[in-house]
């Protein structure tokens, strides 16, 4: 227990509400609640925030109902993130926004389908989840009367824009001219390590489940095997069922609690008085220590080679890759096809401004609903 979480109260380096760089579009003081738990209300009231529910984070949606989807992923990085912010006297509102906004830009089938969107992009600047989910909260959600998009605090879009994990493609950093000059706020830090923890653990839970690896397999991990360990010796005739979920648990406690603890000793050390310091501060303040590092970089490896290069991952990839490409090639050929709003959307006809709109359709899809506008795209029995 730190300090911060026993007086609940900000530390010297949480970002403040009051301290706010603002809104782009500005507006009145909410009455009850801060400026970032606006924030955090305004992405769960948005529709690319519904969406998440049926799209894939790695096991396709239809395949099972137990399996996490983008939107369980979401809510589990938010409590870790919350919590982490709770120990070290960060934002948790802040880190709540950004946590929960973190991946409302993913492509519907995963990250093949993020891969296939790269790559049809590639010729129009690219496509990359970070910027789109960003896109999707400065512009494409459109609700309010005052302003397009979100009209989000500085604070949250620098998050969404700063977010990176292993996986996703740093660059999202640098295109933003707003908050291209200095680091993340140590809640966005927080939001990136906690989408770490999140699908570190819960790939694990689900790979299992689904058979693609055995407990015996995950054991060859040290960081997984040592929490493991401990729970065969105080339970040893459980059924693998409960050791898993057992051991799941007692690992994300371990990954928090290394975390908070490594983050606090370098928060300390470089004598950070306040939130504009970190953004000087040529490195992240925020990380597991050395050693959790590695073991954490090896177990990604590991569920690398393991479990997104599975076979029917691969598979699912394939088709989705398929599709994508399918209805990409048809909608910028012929922007009659797409429906309405999404034609009004065009500013222009250059095959540029054509393939940015049939971008923001295509990635918008949940699973199953680009599987059926496939269908009702080249299917001639299909009602169109
Ligand atoms: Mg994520």
């Not at 049926?54 to 870790?80: A, P």
């Not at 699908?199 to 015996?216: E, K, M, S, V, W």
Request: aromatic fraction near 10%; proline fraction near 5%.
């Amino acid at each position: 227990m730190t300090e911060y979480f026993q007086e609940g109260k900000l530390a010297p380096w949480a970002c403040h509400p009051e301290q706010s760089r603002g809104r782009r579009v500005p507006e009145e003081q909410p009455v009850g609640r801060t400026e970032f738990q606006r924030d955090r209300d305004r992405v769960i009231h948005c529709n690319a925030f519904r969406r998440l529910e049926y799209k894939t984070q790695v096991f396709v949606n239809h395949e099972g109902d137990r399996y996490r989807t983008r939107l369980t992923h979401t809510l589990e990085v938010s409590q870790i993130a919350r919590g982490i912010c709770r120990m070290l006297g960060l934002n948790v509102d802040l880190a709540e926004a950004i946590s929960l906004a973190h991946d409302l830009g993913h492509t519907p089938f995963g990250h093949s389908g993020q891969a296939t969107m790269n790559d049809l992009m590639s010729e129009f600047g690219g496509f990359e989840h970070n910027r789109q989910s960003l896109r999707i909260v400065d512009w494409l959600e459109d609700r309010y009367m005052a302003f397009r998009g979100l009209n989000l605090t500085f604070e949250t879009r620098e998050g969404i824009a700063k977010h990176r994990t292993t996986y996703d493609a740093p660059e999202s950093a640098d295109v933003y001219t707003f908050c291209a000059t200095n680091g993340p706020s140590l809640e966005a830090q927080v939001a990136n390590l906690a989408d770490e923890i999140a699908y570190n653990n819960h790939d694990i839970d689900d790979a299992i489940n689904a058979g693609i690896i055995t407990l015996d397999d995950i054991c060859q991990e040290p960081l997984f095997a040592r929490q493991h360990e401990r729970v065969v010796a105080l339970w040893p005739n459980a059924p693998l069922r409960k050791q898993l979920y057992e051991t799941n648990r007692r690992l994300i406690n371990y990954l928090i609690t290394d975390l908070v603890q490594h983050s606090l000793e370098k928060l300390r050390s470089a004598e950070i008085r306040a939130a504009e310091q970190v953004r000087e501060m040529p490195e992240d303040l925020i990380g597991f220590s050395p050693e959790t590092r590695r073991e954490s970089v090896q177990l990604k490896r590991f569920l690398f080679k393991r479990v997104y290069r599975y076979w029917r991952v691969e598979r699912m990839g394939a088709k989705a890759d398929k599709m994508l490409r399918e209805m990409f090639a048809a909608f910028v050929e012929k922007p009659a096809l797409l429906p309405p709003q999404y034609q009004e959307m065009m500013p222009g006809d250059t095959p540029r401004e054509r393939a940015r709109v049939v971008a923001d359709y295509l990635s918008g899809m949940t699973d199953r609903y680009a599987i059926v506008e496939y269908k009702k795209l080249f299917d001639p029995e299909e009602r169109v």
